[in-house]
């Protein structure tokens, strides 16, 4: 037994080593893992869990947290009196998360960039983002105007979470015309059991990487679940970047024939076009801004107005974890990945007006 444990953590070298090499063939990733391998191991999982009404993969989380703090209580001890053993059991536990974490989901960071698959530049000019921004800003202004009849009034989503949850594949089967390669069936998508720490945390969902089920805070305002549940849907085929999964979140409720999917995925992006022509030119900012209706900046208020009542000090250390984690993970911007989603969407709205 020790030594079949020592060989597990000694295996921890060549699979590092072996998933720096795939970072250098992102082609090679591409066609054999997240077009090849990666939609099998995920279809198998959203068959066998997306039925479960709850989050398996939290019962997991919890059990593992658990035994873990178990472990360490118990080997407290051993530590001190036999460390090199200590260290062994330890890092072959780390060995087999990582080697799980990069086989069932993680190797998808290395794939091939989509604005390469797209064939769209990754640079654009400050007048490209300003024309497109404009297009963005008709578009939700349209759709506001449409549901409220009142460009002053915030938009309610008059839907639940769950029927939100239901209505999001119909959104990716539309989407299906266009990228025949991002078709969900079956469905796995399901509220975090932890929603009230993940809220305290700052995060709206995440994807569990080892039972490939979509999480969604179950707490963050209906306004941000058809975005933020389309959002983790594309994790879930396989997009790992967060510009990218930004990105095909949008197209996904866009494309949707529900008018409050289209609301909330035309105003999803529109708020990251705001925020970097204010970051480029403030004065800038301030000349354009009047142009949104004022009831879909009361939209933007809702989801401020939410996460400030809900920050904590411990916030900050959550995201510099998350970052990193980003970081070590192909994504060299961190958080502010989320962000590139503009540089995607200012490329191929250039190629595809609205």
């Known amino acids: 037994m020790k030594e079949k444990k020592t060989i597990i953590a000694l295996s921890l070298i060549p699979q590092v080593l072996l998933v720096k090499l795939l970072s250098h063939f992102p082609e090679f990733v591409e066609c054999y893992y997240s077009n090849g391998l990666y939609p099998i191991i995920s279809k198998i999982f959203r068959f066998t869990l997306g039925w479960m009404p709850f989050s398996f993969g939290d019962l997991i989380y919890t059990a593992v947290s658990v035994y873990a703090l178990r472990w360490l209580y118990k080997n407290r001890r051993r530590c001190r009196k036999d460390t090199r053993r200590w260290l062994v059991d330890i890092a072959a536990a780390i060995a087999i998360f990582y080697g799980v974490f990069h086989l069932f989901w993680g190797l998808n960071y290395y794939r091939l960039p989509l604005h390469r698959s797209l064939n769209l530049s990754h640079d654009y000019t400050t007048e490209q983002l300003v024309k497109v921004t404009e297009s963005l800003i008709n578009k939700s202004n ?53 929603s009230y720490p993940l809220t305290y945390m700052g995060f709206s969902g995440y994807l569990n990487p080892f039972t490939n089920e979509a999480q969604v805070d179950g707490l963050i305002p209906v306004y941000k679940f058809p975005t933020t549940s389309s959002h983790e849907v594309a994790h879930q085929l396989g997009y790992a970047a967060e510009n990218e999964a930004n990105f095909i979140g949008f197209m996904a409720t866009t494309s949707h024939d529900n008018i409050y999917f289209k ?92």
């Open 142 to 194: 349209a759709l506001h105007f449409e549901i409220t009849k009142n460009d002053t009034i915030k938009v309610d989503v008059p839907l639940s979470k769950g029927e939100i949850f239901k209505m999001v594949p119909a959104g990716y089967e539309n989407l299906k015309n266009t990228f025949p390669h991002l078709e969900y069936y079956p469905k796995s998508l399901k509220k975090s059991i932890y």
């Open 263 to 354: 609301y909330t995925g035309y105003t999803f992006a529109l708020r990251f076009f705001l925020n970097e022509i204010y970051r480029r030119d403030a004065d800038l900012y301030e000349t354009i801004i009047p142009n949104v209706n004022t009831g879909i900046l009361k939209n933007y208020k809702e989801i401020r107005d939410f996460w400030d009542a809900h920050e904590n000090p411990v916030e900050p250390f959550f995201k510099l974890f998350y970052g990193n984690f980003l970081k070590a993970n192909n994504q060299s911007k961190g958080m502010q990945s989320y962000n590139y989603v503009v540089a995607l969407l200012v490329n191929y709205l250039e190629k595809h007006p609205l």
